[in-house]
């Protein structure tokens, strides 16, 4: 017989949950109020400077708290929060629709600094991840190598002190305002393709890196074609040991999609857009549209459901692997549902995604984007067919096709 799981709060969680929310309507600039959580990134890659300077008092307010990266230790200026805490924190910050700071750096390079890194590279970049002093972006696919990582053919051969990089990185998020890129490249052609590979930190600055921007569909440079020709980095820059990248990398990935956070992102569009639909049909709102609400609604509590899971895995110090797939592929399926739903009750002008300056477009164009976005959350971070052979493959215990 199953047992019962309790879902709701703890008497400690209620507690934290009550000051992180007071704290966050005291201390969130009037500016950002409304911002949709979209934060530096949205900001710096769509090219808006609107708000700079709220965004950045936001987080140093953020900073001060140790919440930035709430549940780093506190000497690398974390509030070393139980992981079930800096939920919460999430869930909080994303309810008051307030900007968070996370992205390449801190959610993906800086884990895997503190687990692989040598000392130097903790004290010279961890900082500067923190504050967003440095940005990062993740130099991994190429064009022949997606679903398939391990056929990485850019080539890192030694030379000296250096190793000297020749080849392409493609859909490089952010790479043309990164200040750094963790590159994984091929430094034993001999070897079977998972053993021949080595992860580095490349400084994008380094003579030898040409970059040709891809436009999204939302009209953003958000990621980019990246050339290296003839780039030197330095031996030292290379985390973990030669040849041992794909384990580093692996590391990164497991970061990557350990998604808990899409239900709360999900939950406040959902709250976002049932306050608009009661707005935009005074009337009231029609059988068909109260149905496709509820039903998003029940999906987005599956989907707190399972990230709860994943959540409870982190806290008693196990890694989660097929079990954050299942976040990954349930989530971002449930992105596109929502944003056809989203669609339908918007109607045409859904379609508008001009922010504050198109009167015409609901919540300052979050629907339109959200709709174009979405298009991408199958395929970014892994696609639904990998998520589902690792699924069945590792969580079922089903034979490789
Ligand atoms: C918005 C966005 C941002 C991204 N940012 C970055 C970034 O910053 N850095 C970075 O390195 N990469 C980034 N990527 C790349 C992303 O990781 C790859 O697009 C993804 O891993 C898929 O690889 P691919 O595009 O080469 O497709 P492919 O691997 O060529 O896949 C093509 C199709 O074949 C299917 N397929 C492949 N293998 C299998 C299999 N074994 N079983 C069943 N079906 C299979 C796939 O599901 C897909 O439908 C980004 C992608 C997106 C969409």
Redesign the pocket.
């Known amino acids: 017989m199953l047992g019962s799981v309790n879902l709701r709060d703890t008497a400690e969680e209620s507690a934290f949950r009550a000051e992180a929310r007071a704290w966050i309507g005291t201390n969130l600039p009037a500016a950002l109020q409304g911002d949709g959580g979209e934060g530096e990134w949205g900001q710096l890659s769509s090219g808006h400077d609107r708000d700079k300077e709220a965004l950045a008092e936001w987080r140093r307010r953020l900073q001060t708290r140790g919440w930035v990266a709430p549940a780093w230790p506190r000497q690398l200026g974390g509030a070393q929060l139980p992981v079930m805490q800096q939920f919460i924190l999430k869930e909080e910050l994303a309810r008051a629709r307030a900007p968070r700071f996370g992205g390449?750096g801190i959610g993906w390079v800086a884990p895997t600094l503190m687990q692989y890194g040598a000392g130097w590279m903790k004290e010279r970049f961890i900082e500067n991840i923190l504050s967003g002093a440095e940005r990062w972006?993740?130099?991994?696919?190429e064009?022949?190598?997606?679903?398939?990582?391990a056929s990485v053919q850019t080539r890192a051969a030694r030379d000296g002190d250096d190793y000297v990089v020749n080849g392409q990185?493609?859909?490089?998020?952010?790479?043309h305002i990164a200040d750094w890129m963790i590159l994984l490249a091929r430094t034993d052609p001999a070897a079977p393709k998972h053993k021949g590979l080595s992860y580095f930190l490349l400084d994008m600055k380094t003579p030898g890196i040409s970059l040709s921007p891809l436009i999204?569909m939302v009209g953003n440079p958000?990621?980019n074609q990246v050339f290296f020709e003839d780039v030197r980095v330095p031996a030292r820059n290379m985390v973990g040991d030669e040849n041992r990248g794909w384990y580093v990398a692996a590391h990164t990935l497991d970061n990557e999609r350990s998604l808990v956070d899409l239900c709360v992102e999900y939950r406040a569009i959902l709250m976002e857009l049932i306050a608009w639909a009661q707005h935009a049909q005074p009337a009231g709102l029609t059988a068909e549209a109260r149905h496709a609400i509820v039903e998003m609604l029940i999906q987005v509590e599956v989907t707190r459901a399972l990230s709860l899971r994943v959540v409870s895995m982190q806290a008693s110090g196990k890694t989660p692997n097929y079990e954050a797939s299942i976040v990954k592929l349930f989530a971002s399926e449930l992105e596109q549902r929502m944003a056809t739903a989203a669609f339908h009750l918007g109607g045409l002008f859904a379609q508008l995604t001009g922010r504050g300056q198109d009167r015409w477009a609901p919540l300052m164009g979050r629907l339109g984007r959200f709709q174009l976005h979405s298009v991408?959350a199958t395929?970014?971070?892994?696609?639904?067919?990998?998520q589902?052979?690792i699924v069945a493959t590792r969580g079922l215990g089903m034979p490789r096709?």
């Open positions: 390449v972006c993740q130099g991994f696919s064009p022949g190598a997606g679903s398939d990582l990185k493609i859909w490089t998020s952010g790479a999204n958000g990621f991408a395929i970014g971070g892994g696609t639904s067919e990998v589902r052979n096709g």
